[in-house]
């Protein structure tokens, strides 16, 4: 167990919806990042927060945005949802200099 | 462009058959190389973190190494509890912590 939780755990929705994935970082940890993975873009980078603030982007769709709260906690919301979004979404967390990432366990996302 | 790439894309062995995994990379000043477990349906389990060439970390059966363009991941007689996906990630010099991932080699220890 990372100590990094995510909710839920599956999420089965249908094109055009919104939806709202959550993280809680390890107790301590600054920095919450977010990735997408699929079968054939393997994991990738989608967004950094660190103590609230945004820190880095990456390929993260226009469709999509996230925040870190003043908890720490993050939520990463997809909308006008496409069949192509489907994939396994993690949150990971670090913190300090050495950036060792620790993930959770996912959200396995279907978009019917 | 950064890049990572691993080989092979799958192994398979015989349980006690050593090997070893690659995992080139190309990027504009390292900051860190990371290798990852991934078993299916689960989230990726850190394992090392290699800072510079000549740096080498143990952890029971695994050994990574790393040079100034690879590193390796060495199985030493291998179990079939070792069986998983293996992640490379390198970070890029910079004032993020986004960690750019291979596609990974898939390895199957057989008993």
């Known amino acids: 167990d990372s100590g990094v939780t995510q909710t839920p755990k599956h999420l089965i929705t249908a094109t055009g919806q919104r939806v709202t994935l959550r993280c809680s970082p390890r107790s301590g940890d600054l920095s919450v990042y977010w990735y997408q993975q699929s079968l054939d873009q393997g994991l990738q980078f989608l967004i950094q927060?660190?103590?609230?603030?945004?820190?880095a982007k990456g390929n993260i769709l226009e469709r999509f945005s996230a925040q870190q709260f003043p908890d720490l906690h993050s939520e990463l919301n997809l909308s006008s949802l496409e069949l192509g979004d489907s994939a396994l979404y993690f949150c990971?967390?670090?913190?300090?200099?050495?950036?060792?990432?620790?993930f959770g366990p996912g959200t396995r996302l279907t978009v019917t | 462009e950064d890049q990572v790439t691993q080989s092979p894309e799958a192994l398979r062995l015989q349980e006690g058959e050593s090997s070893s995994l690659n995992c080139s990379y190309t990027v504009s000043g390292l900051r860190g190389l990371f290798w990852y477990r991934q078993d299916p349906g689960k989230g990726p389990e850190f394992l090392f973190t290699?800072?510079?060439a000549g740096e080498e970390k143990e952890k029971e059966r695994l050994k990574a190494t790393l040079t100034k363009k690879e590193s390796f991941l060495h199985i030493t007689a291998p179990k079939p509890e070792d069986s998983a996906t293996y992640l490379c990630a390198v970070q890029a010099s910079g004032n993020t912590g986004k960690l750019i991932f291979g596609q990974g080699t898939t390895l199957q220890v057989k008993p």
């Open positions: 290699l800072y510079s």
């Open positions: 990971a967390s670090s913190v300090g200099r050495k950036n060792e990432q620790y």
């Open positions: 927060y660190y103590n609230g603030e945004e820190r």
